[in-house]
């Protein structure tokens, strides 16, 4: 089970940090990645991190403004945010795959936790 959170409401340009929290099971050796979905739109990447952190990917709306890190000891994946933007506004989404590397695509993913809202005002 996985569960998201450390979302609110946040200036333009803010920098929150959201976390993932896994319980019932190990995903120390799963990839984990970072989706949102914007009202009325679909759910698409964000950032994906692969078992040992060594690598990441993301969407370029994101690069270099999140940066996507895990701690396997807390079974935690956290998801730093920074500049942040009113585009940004979203229910965000953590997700774990099986595979061994995987990014974007949301049927590679087979857990899912619910999300964690993040409204930015401008």
């Known amino acids: 089970q996985l569960q998201a959170y450390g979302g609110g409401l946040v200036q333009a340009g803010g920098s929150p940090r959201l976390s993932c929290a896994a319980s019932?099971?190990?995903?120390?050796?799963?990839?984990m990645g970072w989706f949102r979905q914007a009202p009325g739109k679909e759910r698409d990447f964000v950032a994906a991190?692969?078992?040992?952190?060594?690598?990441?990917d993301y969407a370029d709306s994101v690069k270099g403004r999140f940066t996507v890190s895990r701690d396997n000891a807390k079974n935690t994946v956290y998801l730093q945010m920074n500049s942040l933007k009113p585009e940004d506004t979203a229910v965000y989404y953590c997700?774990?795959?099986?595979?061994?590397?995987?990014?974007?695509?949301?049927?590679?993913?087979?857990?899912w936790g619910q999300g964690t809202l993040v409204t930015v005002s401008s």
């Open positions: 991190i692969s078992w040992s952190g060594a690598s990441t």
């Open positions: 997700a774990a795959s099986r595979l061994s590397w995987t990014a974007g695509a949301l049927m590679e993913y087979h857990y």
């Open positions: 019932g099971r190990t995903f120390s050796s799963y990839v």
